[in-house]
């Protein structure tokens, strides 16, 4: 079963590979550049690109890697290689520099590769795409939320949260429905009033550790997304279970708690987990009432 | 009822039995009369009233027999354990035990006499209202026996030769022996009074309605026409020859040893009947209805006699044990001690609503090992049409068992031969469950390869794509498809086509058909689905089948792609990152006259 300790860490890799680009190049250096780094010739990397020559073509995709973001303007000219197609290692370097650059206008062609036949292409493509984003890449991971591809849909589930695609929120819930777990995440990212509530709703029906882990983004999102009403139940209703690993994530959470996040979550949450509370809150809506077990 | 030894009756009673001497009953030494005493014997005997009897099916369970009157109406049980299958004949059953052998009152399952005998086999019996005849194996070789009502032997005869299943009718035994020879036999004298020679195996004789019949393939009928059986001039009856799941073999009457169970799962049954020719005018020689019925575990198939085409199937819950054809249909009994009715005809299941039928429906509560059927008299009630054999094979092949997967491979067979489209949704079904065995599946998509109409039902299931959201988790039997669309020139297929020609569930094997079919079928709107594929693959193709796709993908670009799909496939030809063998391809086709575009 696929662990949610797993798909923290997947999209951990996720964002990471797809910033980084190719696997092997090194990491992009992180804007802005220093002063006397050699840019890139534009001009004749596209035409390295375009020559049809697999030397030089792999030669410069690993320089184009290099400049992660900064490769952006060889967008269209890789884009073409891409939609053009080329040799599967070739197809493979392409995809991870497109990552690595991270722009939409890129999208389109590599929402092709998540249907290719071999598998480590597809994961390498949404990968890829979670970084592009766009509408294209949208609809390539919903696609592949559908497909035959565990890992992929997986990867889908949590790349769309990435992507903040609340259109695709009704198939996140079916994907969970699914137990694809990876959705929960997403799901938590992105949810709004009543979707956000029937989520919640899961808790003591599905495995804890899931719930949290669409729990957790719910408690960060700003008030505008998420209204602190409902941050105080989700809190609560954690608590209230009882459970040693409920109140380990209610502590998880409250140590990463920002300091100018909204006070009365922190308090809730340091209730719920008896400490630094030194006066009672009254409970929501009944003053006086006793301490909520 | 009488036991007495078989040595003592002969010692002390002369009345109670009598053995011929090997120089009477059997003798080789015998000069064919040219049919004229048994022809004197038909004479006689068809005065004779035939043996009537209750329509009965009698179970053998562990705890002994079960009989029931059919249809659905009172039941009876006796302790005996047969060692073989037990003979309805008439009014009586006979059971075959360890060193007995017994009759009981068909109707009640009343004892009427018990022998103790000391025999291997009981190879057949028969009676005509009055006596018993009885045919064994034992160590003296095989012998006839006559029993009367009181249990009394009179009449016991041993024999060099080996003596077939015995027919009796108004005091006169017939009795196959030698494999060729029917002997009559007066039970009273003891004497042959006449005989056949057949110019065929003869093992058995046998009342099928109000007929006697001799034979064992072919089935001769005791009838004017018998006197020249030495010259191959009797009414013979036989069923088509055709290979039918099991082979079956039609052996009405007899009786078989209860330990090689399967063959009562296995048989096959007809009613010799004359039937009106096309012309209306004359009869010919058939069986009843014109439909035979084979059994293979719990499946009962119906087919032609003159044509040997299968008119109906139906599978039942539990394994057929036995049956009976009758003038309208057919009987079968089940391992669950249930009784069946389907018409003759199409395979019709027959409601005889009754409360007790009913009762008799939920089986006996134990497992049966074999079952005997009498039903000479039963009427079938009116009723209305029977599904189509389509509709009936769909039902036979959603049991999921692995002992009928030579009935679903012959049923295959079958639909493939049926024009009915509702054939061609079966065969999709079939292909697509995956719950069919992987063998059953294959077949069923290389039958549906060469349908030819249901091209409605192809193009709702190429529509169905893998959803795993949607719990749609098997796909179409994608490649067959293609190639029966693509033979029928469906253009509607096109699309359909195009999406499942990038689905990576789409199997190699399918993807070259798929890819070969829209080559003819596709149309511009297809063209971004072309264009995708042959640039995910065209240098990436790892295999001879993904190469062939290729190509034909690249045909269909430079057929329906105008300039632009002349451009990819021409870039590709120069292109060194394309696969060599895809190029090699692509050079040839470049070479040739371009295809016009269709418009």
């Given at each position: 079963m696929f662990s949610l300790r797993h798909s923290r860490l997947a999209l951990a890799i996720l964002l990471a590979s797809a910033r980084a680009g190719a696997a092997d190049a090194p990491k992009a250096p992180q804007a802005p550049k220093a002063a006397g780094a050699p840019k890139l010739d534009v001009a004749r990397l596209s035409l390295d690109?375009?020559?049809?020559?697999?030397?030089?073509?792999?030669?410069?995709?690993?320089?184009?890697?290099?400049?992660?973001?900064?490769?952006?303007?060889?967008?269209?000219?890789?884009?073409?290689?891409?939609?053009?197609?080329?040799?599967?290692?070739?197809?493979?370097?392409?995809?991870?520099v497109a990552g690595g650059i991270g722009a939409?206008?890129?999208?389109?062609?590599?929402?092709?590769?998540?249907?290719?036949?071999?598998?480590?292409?597809?994961?390498?493509?949404?990968?890829?795409?979670?970084?592009?984003?766009?509408?294209?890449?949208?609809?390539?991971?919903?696609?592949?939320?559908?497909?035959?591809?565990?890992?992929?849909?997986?990867?889908?589930?949590?790349?769309?949260?990435?992507?903040?695609a609340r259109q695709a929120l009704p198939d996140l819930v079916a994907a969970l429905d699914h137990r694809v777990f990876a959705a929960a995440r997403s799901i938590g990212q992105l949810c709004a009033g009543e979707a956000c509530e029937r989520f919640l709703g899961r808790l003591g029906k599905l495995p804890l550790e899931v719930v949290t882990d669409g729990l957790e983004p719910m408690l960060f999102r700003p008030e505008s997304d998420?209204?602190?009403?409902?941050?105080?139940?989700?809190?609560?209703?954690?608590?209230?279970?009882?459970?040693?690993?409920?109140?380990?994530?209610?502590?998880?959470?409250?140590?990463?708690?920002?300091?100018?996040?909204?006070?009365?979550?922190?308090?809730?949450?340091?209730?719920?987990?008896?400490?630094?509370a030194t006066e009672e809150a009254p409970p929501r809506g009944k003053p006086g009432a006793g301490e909520a077990r | 009822m009488k036991a007495a030894p078989v040595f003592m009756a002969l010692a002390l009673c002369a009345a109670c039995g009598r053995t011929t001497t090997p120089d009477g009953l059997f003798d080789l030494s015998w000069r064919d009369d040219g049919g004229a005493a048994i022809e004197r014997v038909r004479q006689r005997v068809s005065a004779e009233p035939v043996p009537k009897g209750p329509d009965l099916a009698v179970f053998v369970t562990a705890s002994g027999l079960v009989g029931e009157l059919l249809p659905g109406g009172a039941r009876w049980a006796h302790p005996a354990r047969a060692r073989f299958?037990?003979?309805?004949?008439?009014?009586?059953?006979?059971?075959?035990?360890?060193?007995?052998?017994?009759?009981?009152?068909?109707?009640?399952?009343?004892?009427?006499?018990?022998?103790?005998?000391?025999?291997?086999?009981?190879v057949g019996a028969a009676d005509d209202g009055k006596l018993s005849v009885l045919s064994v194996l034992s160590r003296a070789g095989s012998e006839l026996l006559a029993v009367d009502r009181q249990g009394d032997v009179v009449l016991r005869s041993p024999s060099a030769s080996s003596l077939g299943v015995p027919a009796v009718l108004g005091g006169t035994a017939f009795v196959p022996w030698g494999n060729q020879f029917v002997s009559a036999i007066d039970l009273e004298s003891g004497e042959e009074t006449g005989r056949l020679l057949a110019r065929q195996q003869v093992s058995r004789a046998v009342r099928l309605g109000a007929n006697l019949y001799f034979g064992e393939?072919?089935?001769?009928?005791?009838?004017?026409?018998?006197?020249?059986?030495?010259?191959?001039?009797?009414?013979?009856?036989?069923?088509?020859?055709?290979?039918?799941?099991?082979?079956?073999?039609?052996?009405?009457?007899?009786?078989?040893?209860?330990?090689?169970?399967?063959?009562?799962?296995?048989?096959a049954y007809a009613l010799p009947a004359e039937i009106h020719a096309a012309s209306g005018s004359d009869v010919e020689r058939s069986f009843a209805g014109e439909r035979y019925a084979t059994t293979y575990f719990g499946v009962a198939l119906g087919f032609h006699t003159k044509t040997g085409k299968l008119?109906?199937?139906?599978?039942?819950?539990?394994?057929?044990?036995?049956?009976?054809?009758?003038?309208?249909?057919?009987?079968?009994?089940?391992?669950?001690?249930?009784?069946?009715?389907?018409?003759?005809?199409?395979?019709?299941?027959?409601?005889?609503?009754?409360?007790?039928?009913?009762?008799?429906?939920?089986?006996?509560?134990?497992?049966?090992?074999?079952?005997?059927?009498?039903?000479?008299?039963?009427?079938?009630?009116?009723?209305?049409?029977?599904?189509?054999?389509?509709?009936?094979?769909?039902?036979?092949?959603a049991t999921s068992h692995p002992e009928l997967a030579a009935v679903h491979a012959f049923l295959l067979g079958e639909l493939a031969k049926e024009e009915d489209p509702l054939a061609t949704k079966i065969l999709i079904d079939v292909a697509?469950?995956?719950?069919?065995?992987?063998?059953?599946?294959?077949?069923?998509?290389?039958?549906?390869?060469?349908?030819?109409?249901?091209?409605?039902?192809?193009?709702?299931?190429?529509?169905?794509?893998?959803?795993?959201?949607?719990?749609?988790?098997?796909?179409?039997?994608?490649?067959?498809?293609?190639?029966?669309?693509?033979?029928?020139n469906e253009r509607r297929a096109a699309p359909f086509l195009a999406r499942h020609l990038n689905a990576p569930e789409?199997?190699?094997?399918?993807?070259?058909?798929?890819?070969?079919?829209?080559?003819?079928?596709a149309g511009q709107s297809e063209l971004s689905e072309l264009e995708t594929f042959f640039s995910l693959y065209r240098a990436t193709a790892d295999d001879d089948t993904l190469v062939n796709a290729v190509v034909f993908v690249a045909e269909a670009l430079l057929s329906v792609g105008g300039a632009d799909g002349r451009r990819i496939v021409q870039s590709a030809t120069e292109d060194t990152l394309t696969h060599p063998a895809i190029k090699e391809k692509l050079g040839a086709l470049m070479g040739k006259k371009n295809p016009s575009p269709r418009t």
């Amino acid at each position: 079963m696929f662990s949610l300790r797993h798909s923290r860490l997947a999209l951990a890799i996720l964002l990471a590979s797809a910033r980084a680009g190719a696997a092997d190049a090194p990491k992009a250096p992180q804007a802005p550049k220093a002063a006397g780094a050699p840019k890139l010739d534009v001009a004749r990397l596209s035409l390295d690109l375009r020559s049809g020559d697999s030397g030089r073509i792999e030669r410069a995709l690993e320089e184009i890697g290099r400049a992660g973001p900064e490769g952006v303007a060889l967008a269209q000219p890789l884009s073409e290689l891409l939609v053009r197609g080329a040799s599967v290692e070739i197809v493979r370097k392409a995809i991870s520099v497109a990552g690595g650059i991270g722009a939409s206008e890129l999208s389109p062609a590599l929402a092709q590769y998540v249907r290719h036949r071999a598998p480590e292409v597809r994961q390498l493509a949404v990968r890829a795409l979670v970084a592009t984003g766009g509408p294209s890449a949208v609809e390539a991971l919903r696609r592949a939320l559908r497909g035959s591809d565990p890992a992929l849909r997986e990867l889908a589930a949590t790349g769309l949260g990435g992507l903040g695609a609340r259109q695709a929120l009704p198939d996140l819930v079916a994907a969970l429905d699914h137990r694809v777990f990876a959705a929960a995440r997403s799901i938590g990212q992105l949810c709004a009033g009543e979707a956000c509530e029937r989520f919640l709703g899961r808790l003591g029906k599905l495995p804890l550790e899931v719930v949290t882990d669409g729990l957790e983004p719910m408690l960060f999102r700003p008030e505008s997304d998420v209204p602190t009403a409902l941050k105080l139940e989700i809190i609560d209703r954690v608590s209230l279970l009882g459970t040693e690993p409920a109140q380990g994530w209610l502590k998880g959470v409250l140590r990463t708690w920002p300091a100018a996040g909204d006070p009365k979550v922190k308090k809730a949450l340091e209730k719920a987990t008896d400490t630094g509370a030194t006066e009672e809150a009254p409970p929501r809506g009944k003053p006086g009432a006793g301490e909520a077990r | 009822m009488k036991a007495a030894p078989v040595f003592m009756a002969l010692a002390l009673c002369a009345a109670c039995g009598r053995t011929t001497t090997p120089d009477g009953l059997f003798d080789l030494s015998w000069r064919d009369d040219g049919g004229a005493a048994i022809e004197r014997v038909r004479q006689r005997v068809s005065a004779e009233p035939v043996p009537k009897g209750p329509d009965l099916a009698v179970f053998v369970t562990a705890s002994g027999l079960v009989g029931e009157l059919l249809p659905g109406g009172a039941r009876w049980a006796h302790p005996a354990r047969a060692r073989f299958l037990p003979v309805v004949s008439g009014s009586v059953v006979i059971v075959g035990a360890d060193k007995q052998i017994t009759a009981l009152d068909a109707s009640t399952g009343s004892g009427l006499w018990s022998i103790d005998l000391d025999y291997s086999t009981l190879v057949g019996a028969a009676d005509d209202g009055k006596l018993s005849v009885l045919s064994v194996l034992s160590r003296a070789g095989s012998e006839l026996l006559a029993v009367d009502r009181q249990g009394d032997v009179v009449l016991r005869s041993p024999s060099a030769s080996s003596l077939g299943v015995p027919a009796v009718l108004g005091g006169t035994a017939f009795v196959p022996w030698g494999n060729q020879f029917v002997s009559a036999i007066d039970l009273e004298s003891g004497e042959e009074t006449g005989r056949l020679l057949a110019r065929q195996q003869v093992s058995r004789a046998v009342r099928l309605g109000a007929n006697l019949y001799f034979g064992e393939l072919a089935y001769l009928r005791f009838d004017e026409a018998i006197s020249g059986a030495s010259e191959g001039r009797a009414h013979a009856f036989q069923l088509p020859t055709r290979e039918v799941p099991g082979a079956p073999t039609w052996r009405p009457g007899g009786t078989l040893s209860l330990g090689a169970s399967a063959r009562t799962h296995i048989q096959a049954y007809a009613l010799p009947a004359e039937i009106h020719a096309a012309s209306g005018s004359d009869v010919e020689r058939s069986f009843a209805g014109e439909r035979y019925a084979t059994t293979y575990f719990g499946v009962a198939l119906g087919f032609h006699t003159k044509t040997g085409k299968l008119m109906w199937v139906r599978s039942f819950s539990s394994d057929i044990v036995g049956g009976a054809a009758t003038e309208h249909g057919f009987v079968f009994c089940t391992e669950r001690g249930t009784v069946e009715y389907l018409a003759g005809l199409d395979g019709a299941r027959l409601d005889l609503s009754a409360p007790s039928v009913v009762e008799s429906r939920r089986g006996l509560g134990e497992s049966v090992q074999a079952c005997a059927v009498q039903a000479d008299t039963l009427k079938f009630p009116p009723r209305g049409r029977a599904e189509s054999l389509a509709d009936q094979a769909a039902e036979a092949l959603a049991t999921s068992h692995p002992e009928l997967a030579a009935v679903h491979a012959f049923l295959l067979g079958e639909l493939a031969k049926e024009e009915d489209p509702l054939a061609t949704k079966i065969l999709i079904d079939v292909a697509s469950s995956p719950r069919t065995a992987p063998s059953l599946r294959e077949q069923a998509a290389f039958v549906l390869e060469g349908r030819r109409t249901g091209s409605e039902h192809m193009l709702a299931a190429l529509e169905r794509e893998y959803d795993f959201l949607a719990d749609v988790l098997s796909t179409p039997p994608v490649g067959a498809l293609a190639s029966a669309l693509m033979a029928m020139n469906e253009r509607r297929a096109a699309p359909f086509l195009a999406r499942h020609l990038n689905a990576p569930e789409t199997s190699s094997a399918d993807l070259e058909k798929t890819a070969r079919a829209l080559r003819t079928l596709a149309g511009q709107s297809e063209l971004s689905e072309l264009e995708t594929f042959f640039s995910l693959y065209r240098a990436t193709a790892d295999d001879d089948t993904l190469v062939n796709a290729v190509v034909f993908v690249a045909e269909a670009l430079l057929s329906v792609g105008g300039a632009d799909g002349r451009r990819i496939v021409q870039s590709a030809t120069e292109d060194t990152l394309t696969h060599p063998a895809i190029k090699e391809k692509l050079g040839a086709l470049m070479g040739k006259k371009n295809p016009s575009p269709r418009t």
